[in-house]
């Protein structure tokens, strides 16, 4: 070893030192949450116990912090993931890959690659115009934002990790099928004829850094600004909300309508969801605070997906680069995915 | 030189075109800054994930906005490259 490489090596163990200072700082802070939340609320406010207001509040000061701590946490760690991960290396992989094993690969590739809607278009160019099948190239883009980390976290966060699986795997399964039906449908016809004319410069020349941890490391923090600083305001009204519906809505008051005798309340859920978009984040507290009041799981989870899976802008993104009905293929698709899983989980749970 | 910056009109593309606008100022590099906004031009490039950051038609980086220290050492590096 160089003695030159001191200082370097010195610099490396003092960044271990801190981030596993600060692991055990967001460890500590995240255990003793709950205590504190009943602290501050009972004996610094004085609230008196098993009020409207006093148990709002509670769910509020314990709820608000732990979700965004571990969003802060899983942001981070996705963020790393998916510098290993970039469009292109995911392009290479789906490309020629052939219906069943590209669809279950192209869903499993969606889930860590990085995506925005914002790209959804010369995403879309760039694979279909050099070899990735259309209905793997669906199941890419059905899996990408349906099964995002914000979504994810959230699920874990608020229902506990059993939904948050559940919610994983039928999204899997959903863009799965989706996007292997849309392969066997053969609906290359309905792509704007102008796509596969374009002249792409993918897989020739496409960046292909070289990065190394501290890069990743910089990735990770980047994708925490990013994703945690757009979506933060959106968590806690949402758990503002949930927190008003735990406090004052009387319990089962929602079993009559969005219970599972109300065989209605699935779809009326998805559509319901189509609309709504990128407020997710705002969504899923308030969502569990219903289901406390006796609304069904099944019914739940399929408003979520329709909420973040089906986006309105989404499509009309793709519009520019899909015809009506191929879109109409697409929507309708995934929505039956959905309303299948949703009467799945009423019956199942 | 010619320095690029494709995107569709996303915030982030926005955000790159503004970053990139300081990190030249701050290299004392003299550059063109344009912005590519055509869909076709930009899949020319290979770049499927936008915004990207494009120096004498050299992708640097796509999908992510870099650190101004990376974009005036690229910068200061393609002008020494004309020189």
Redesign the interface.
């Given at each position: 070893m160089n003695i030159r490489d001191w200082p370097r090596l010195r610099r490396l163990a003092l960044r271990i030192f801190l981030a596993h200072m600060a692991g055990l700082a967001w460890w500590l802070i995240y255990r003793n949450l709950q205590w504190f939340s009943r602290w501050l609320t009972y004996d610094v406010f004085g609230m008196a116990k098993d009020s409207h207001l006093s148990s709002a509040v509670e769910f509020f000061i314990y709820e608000a912090p732990k979700v965004l701590m571990l969003l802060t946490l899983v942001v981070f760690g996705v963020g790393i993931v998916r510098s290993f991960f970039?469009?292109?290396r995911t392009?290479r992989i789906l490309a020629g890959k052939r219906e069943i094993f590209g669809n279950a690969l192209g869903s499993l590739l969606g889930v860590v690659t990085?995506f925005?809607s914002?790209?959804a278009?010369?995403?879309f160019?760039?694979?279909v115009t050099t070899g990735v099948p259309l209905g793997v190239t669906f199941s890419f883009l059905i899996a990408a934002p349906m099964i995002n980390e914000v979504a994810l976290v959230l699920l874990f966060g608020l229902f506990g990790w059993k939904v948050a699986a559940l919610y994983a795997g039928t999204g899997l399964v959903i863009a799965f099928f989706a996007g292997w039906a849309i392969g066997k449908l053969r609906l290359e016809r309905w792509v704007e004829p102008w796509v596969f004319e374009?002249?792409?410069?993918?897989?020739?020349?496409?960046?292909d850094?070289v990065l190394t941890w501290a890069d990743r490391f910089?990735?990770g923090l980047?994708t925490v600004r990013d994703i945690v600083g757009r979506v933060w305001p959106w968590v806690l009204g949402g758990i503002a909300v949930g927190a008003g519906i735990h406090g004052y809505v009387p319990e089962d008051f929602l079993a009559s309508f969005m219970g599972k005798s109300a065989w209605w309340s699935v779809p009326a859920a998805v559509v319901l969801g189509v609309p709504m978009y990128s407020n997710a984040a705002g969504i899923i507290p308030v969502v569990q605070a219903l289901l406390e009041k006796g609304a069904a799981l099944g019914t739940v989870l399929a408003f979520m997906m329709a909420v973040i899976g089906l986006s309105l802008p989404e499509m009309i993104i793709l519009r520019?680069v899909l015809k009506v009905p191929l879109i109409a293929t697409f929507a309708g698709v995934v929505a039956v995915g959905i309303l299948i899983v949703g009467y799945l989980f009423n019956i199942l749970l | 030189m010619k320095v690029k910056i494709l995107g569709?009109g996303?915030p982030?593309c926005k955000k790159l075109f503004a970053e990139a606008e300081a990190a030249l100022a701050a290299s004392g590099v003299q550059a063109e800054l344009v912005k590519i906004e055509k869909?076709?031009e930009?899949?020319?490039?290979?770049?499927?994930?936008?915004p990207?950051l494009v120096v004498d038609e050299?992708?640097?980086?796509?999908?992510?906005?870099p650190?101004k220290e990376d974009m005036v050492k690229w910068f200061v590096e393609a002008a020494s490259q004309n020189a």
């Open positions: 970039t469009p292109e392009r990085p925005c914002c790209s278009v010369p995403l160019i760039g694979f374009t002249s792409t410069g993918v897989g020739q020349s496409g960046p850094e910089r990735y980047d520019k | 569709t996303c982030k869909l076709n930009i899949m020319g490039y290979g770049v499927m994930m936008t990207a050299q992708v640097k980086v796509a999908g992510r906005i650190s």
